[in-house]
Nanobody, 124 residues
Framework: QAQLEESGGDLVQPGGSLRLSCTIS????????IGWFRQAPGKVREGVSC????????YYADSVKGRFSISRDNAKNTVYLQMNSLKSEDTALYYC?????????????????WGQGTQVTVSS
């Protein structure tokens, strides 16, 4: 069973930057989609970004477009979410999730494996 472990969450001031990491273990498939999701207290879970390995396409929620960037390091089995120009509304628990398959997307209800989450707090 594959496992995902997020790290990198922290308390940061508005306008600051963070890089989240999602390390994938016990998984040797080449084709999958991996996404970052977030959930703030009292709010529904929101898809933030997605990377599809079949064509290296990337997707971003409108709320983070131009500020966040998803990437991967195959040698380290790690996917990153670089977050710049952080705002208070970015405060949430951030999860990574994986869905195996060729040319699949990051539909939340189809992601098969989820990490435990890492907390991002943006506050002065």
């Amino acid at each position: 069973q594959a496992q995902l472990e997020e790290s990198g969450g922290d308390l940061v001031q508005p306008g600051g930057s963070l890089r989240l990491s999602c390390t994938i273990s016990r998984f040797d498939k080449n084709w999958y989609a991996i996404g970052w999701f977030r959930q703030a207290p009292g709010k529904v879970r929101e898809g933030v970004s997605c990377l599809v390995t079949s064509d290296d396409s990337t997707y971003y929620a409108d709320s983070v477009k131009g500020r966040f960037s998803i990437s991967r390091d195959n040698a380290k089995n790690t996917v990153y979410l670089q977050m710049n120009s952080l705002k208070s509304e970015d405060t949430a628990l951030y999860y990574c999730a994986l869905r195996e398959g060729w040319n699949v997307d990051c539909s939340p209800n189809k992601m098969g494996i989820w990490g435990q989450g890492t907390q991002v707090t943006v506050s002065s």
